[in-house]
Nanobody, 122 residues
Framework: QVQLVESGGGSVQAGGSLTLSCAVS??????ITWFLQAPGKEREGVAA????????YYADSVKGRFTISRDNEQNTVSLQMNSLKPADTAIYYC?????????????????WGQGTQVTVSS
């Protein structure tokens, strides 16, 4: 059984930074991905990391601003978010599953955390 627990959300002004953390247990997956869901919108992929080779993927909207990384000792996956914009306001979820180049498709993910709120004010 895979369990994921997010932490690190909060409120920040535009241009600020936040780091989200996802504590992961279990091993039946090859990809850990951060998704966001803004009010009234579909859940969308933000950044992903393969657990084998550490390859990373990013949505165009966050390239150059967000960085996904893994701490193998702590078994956590972090999302460092810089230069935050009001449009980044959403609930952020981490998810584990079996995915490939279509890492952003939530159908590949069987395990989800409870989500953490990120609010960016202008």
């Amino acid at each position: 059984q895979v369990q994921l627990v997010e932490s690190g959300g909060g409120s920040v002004q535009a241009g600020g930074s936040l780091t989200l953390s996802c504590a992961v247990s279990g091993y039946t997956y090859n990809m850990i991905t951060w998704f966001l869901q803004a009010p009234g919108k579909e859940r969308e992929g933000v950044a992903a990391l393969t657990t084998g080779g550490g390859r990373t993927y990013y949505a165009d909207s966050v390239k150059g601003r967000f960085t996904i990384s893994r701490d193998n000792e702590q078994n956590t996956v972090s999302l460092q978010m810089n230069s935050l914009k009001p449009a980044d306001t959403a609930i952020y979820y981490c998810a584990a599953g079996w995915a490939s180049t279509d890492w952003y498709d939530r159908r590949w993910y069987n395990y989800w955390g409870q989500g953490t709120q990120v609010t960016v004010s202008s």
